[in-house]
């Protein structure tokens, strides 16, 4: 990776990682066989075939990675294994370091760096543990000046019982090594325009609530983590590229069909209706997930499956009743 120096802001002699944050990130399922084994094969070819259907770059290890159950030696190999998929397409590699206890953040981003695949760490808020916005800005600051690895901070409040307001997140994307933000505060609102309207070069705003990504992606939105995105993956990178060169009808009308994807697939827990989707299609050895999680509802998947087949972009009414004209409807 290439280090730039930054204008005027930041700490002086410090640099800002030049990492590409726009498009799409797909955060990967881990997908497991039905007595709960890693299912290794499958995942190095949802990670394959992720990149091949036009994401930008993945992410390990995040929520939708069951990473919370996965042991220490299991996580080494999703890291693998999605760092050699990486590897492969020349994609940048986001790996999530989830704890509320900054010394072992420390030590799991500092092994990440020595790898040198991983071009971000996805970091949340410390969960849990509520520290106020000076102790959260004081764990991403060390985390940052010491962890050896760029930092792209998750604002996900709902999760992690931690909210950021927009001062402390241009706070924090000042310091060199910050290089982005997954935005999933649960709504678009005066402080998300704030931030989009006032972030620092460098700093990439990336949203992470699947539901609302076609309007905040319109309101200029950098990119996205979705894990809606394991599933119809091209056309989720086809709307961000519509957002991005101002195509706003036909970005309206798949975003629209995609919320809907995405509130499907999103009625159970994340990934359990999401992995009974990938199981049904064929793409993963089974549904399985491991406690607290359950396995979704039949009906939740269906309704969902049904969905993950929709056609890319709806043609605009007046087309469709003229290609019934022709057809003869
Ligand atoms: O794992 C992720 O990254 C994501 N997780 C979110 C969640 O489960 O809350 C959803 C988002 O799409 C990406």
């Excluded at 990776?1 to 498009?23: C, F, H, S």
Aim: net charge negative.
């Amino acid at each position: 990776m290439n280090w730039i120096y930054r204008d005027g802001v930041g700490q002086a002699g410090r640099m800002k990682p030049e990492a590409n944050l726009t498009g799409l990130f797909v955060p990967l399922v881990t997908p497991f066989t039905a007595d709960l084994h890693l299912a290794e094969d499958a995942l190095a070819a949802l990670a394959d075939e992720a990149l091949s259907a036009g994401a930008q770059g993945l992410v390990a290890l995040g929520t939708t990675a069951e990473a919370a159950t996965l042991t220490t030696e299991e996580r080494q190999t999703v890291v693998r294994i999605c760092s050699a998929a990486c590897r492969a397409h020349g994609a940048p590699l986001i790996v999530g370091v989830g704890t509320n206890d900054t010394a072992a953040a420390l030590t799991t981003l500092r092994e990440l760096a020595r790898s040198g695949d991983v071009t971000a760490a996805l970091v949340p808020a410390p969960p849990y543990t509520r520290p106020g916005e000076a102790g959260t800005l004081a764990h991403f600051t060390a985390l940052a000046e010491h962890g050896g690895l760029p930092l792209v901070v998750y604002d996900i409040p709902y999760r992690t019982a931690q909210p950021l307001g927009t001062r402390a997140l241009n706070t924090l994307g000042q310091l060199p090594e910050v290089i982005g933000v997954k935005y999933a505060t649960g709504a678009i609102d005066a402080a998300t325009m704030e931030l989009l309207g006032s972030s620092a070069p460098g700093f990439a705003v990336l949203g992470g609530d699947d539901a609302v990504i076609s309007p905040l992606l319109a309101a200029g939105a950098h990119g996205a983590v979705l894990a809606s995105a394991n599933v119809r993956t091209a056309d989720f990178a086809e709307l961000i590229s519509l957002w991005h060169s101002d195509a706003a009808g036909p970005a309206r009308r798949l975003g629209a069909e995609l919320a809907r994807l995405s509130a499907a697939l999103f009625a159970e827990p994340n990934p359990t209706v999401i992995k009974g989707v990938l199981h049904a299609q064929g793409r993963i050895p089974s549904p399985a997930v491991r406690l607290p999680l359950l396995p979704a509802s039949a009906d939740s998947v269906r309704r969902a499956a049904d969905l993950a087949t929709g056609s890319a972009v709806p043609p605009p009414a007046a087309q469709r009743s003229a290609v019934r004209r022709l057809v003869g409807q």
